[in-house]
DNA sequence: CTGTTAGCGCTTTCAT
DNA sequence: ATGAAAGCGCTAACAG
């Protein structure tokens, strides 16, 4: 591998003009910049990022971490972030934390000891101490889906409480007042905040909450189906079926079918998140909008802004208004 | 942030001390270990990542080139080499190609300029040659999913031919004699050996392979449901239909519930992949195992084998078997 | 416009 | 077992 030192004995000059042609920023001649570039190309030179970093305390690379590396919303997080900040040359390192406070917080460790010159955090476990002192270390932090006291500049986040309202809402404006809720892990904010747009929908309504119409799942696909059978035992008179996530929506579909019910006929079914397989299920999924793309490529230029000073158009908004997206698993009543 | 000077005048000892109980290899009294590790400990002392890398020429990170972020199969693969890798102290520096000749050849650039210490690709657009150059050029590189010619030793396949034979002796074997099939991009390697099962197993039973049964689709959900599309016109005694991944035939079954068919009863479908959604499809989709998870564990145990000189247990293989997953989308003719 | 010269924070001989 | 010192490949003042 050659080196910036070979570089400059090829063309004659000093590390320091080879350095300039490198970075483009100081004015060399150009002669000279002819003269290096053909050194450069003969030698088949390829700057080593990592002594570049070293010596300009820049890394060019901005973490992201997410809680898995697969499925439909974090791969829609990944692409997003690495498609804008990559078009402005800037480089993602990808990290997962698997909804786990150890493994979060040695994600971001890691990130750090990389010396990224940002980090996007989709944390899930670490506390929200933890996170304001990383954002007081001076490491430019945005976090996402999460929203975090004293961090509002910070956080981007969809109104959840807002979606779980919109999905019951749109249950019962087809006149349906049985309305099952599958619900995420209760401790984890969003699922909460979705539960309790829920239960305002039914107040809305004056349609009273009651305890056996809510199953608390996992966010999983098989908690899904866990939650419809709950319903057939503990809430039969359910016409619709509100649940947090696609996933465990796909879960309930299979397990209403199983179960003999046709959809939507017999049972309506609504999901959340409107992932890209939402629309592959039969009948398609009628969900709720999560703006995650939108979401991801908000925290990409806010990075760009104020961290590499790379202006965008883009006009920096935190919150996030999801909407229903209408397709064939809500029928009227 | 602290270095490692800092902490070396905290405990009162040289740098290189402070350098070696870090890397615990060499030999270091117990009690200047423990004045170090209280020094460390109380400046909140965390390794500068970069800089150890230039210094050691080890970055233990190792690069990953997938074609894209998002979907199931780049999920699972993603998944799978981080955590064996992270398992072992070794990170992973993600990043795509979106099969671009020019930006798979960036990415494996960029991979390269951040030093990493192995390449582990899925890189489908850059030529063989490239590919046999990189590895002259002793970077340790592993191939995912596609065989090179004098690279044996470094790619990692399934027998994608025995894959296509699968399927459609699997169709044959239920009655079925007009099948029709939607291929993947003819010009990759993985489509037309998938192809050629399909037209083996046809020709082993007698069949003749008319070319008004295959439409060329490009993988996506899309091109199912032109192909099944095609199909009602220009090969409408099909009976079954087997298509070269599970995004296409997801596809094709939304084409054919439109067009009236039952699936299976008057349709077959047969897909290629089981990716996760498979069975979230309904009818539940029969497919055939792509052992992406497997051969992700095998890259990555090659690279801890024969880059960190990591044994483990896992003999290497390069060629994985398909099976057919049988579920509910192949009928009885 | 170009060259000289310190480092960046750490590893790694080579001594002791 | 520990320390001194020479880099790793590059950037960034500072001169000129």
Redesign the pocket.
Known sequence: ????????EAA????????????G?????????KKVEDAMASLG??????????????TNSVGLLVSELHGSYFGDLMSTVEQVLKQNGKHVIITAGHVNVDREHEAIEFLKSRRCDALILHAEAVSDDYLRKLVDSKLPVVIINRKVDNLDDNCFVVDNEQGGYLATHAAIKQGHRNIGYISGPLFKKDASDRLAGHKRALAEAGIEFEASSLFEGDFHESSGQEGMQYMQTHFSKLTALVCANDEMASGAMTAAREAGFDIPSQLSIIGFDNVLFSRYLYPKLTTINNPIHAMGEMAAHWVLQHVYNIKSSMAIEHLFVPEIINRDTLGKL
Chains 1, 2 share one sequence.
């Open positions: 591998m050659a080196t910036i030192y070979e570089v400059s004659g000059v000093s590390l320091a003009t080879v350095s300039r042609v490198m970075n920023n100081a004015k060399v001649s150009e002669r000279t910049r030179y390829q700057p080593n990022a990592i002594a570049q970093s070293l010596a300009s305390n820049r």
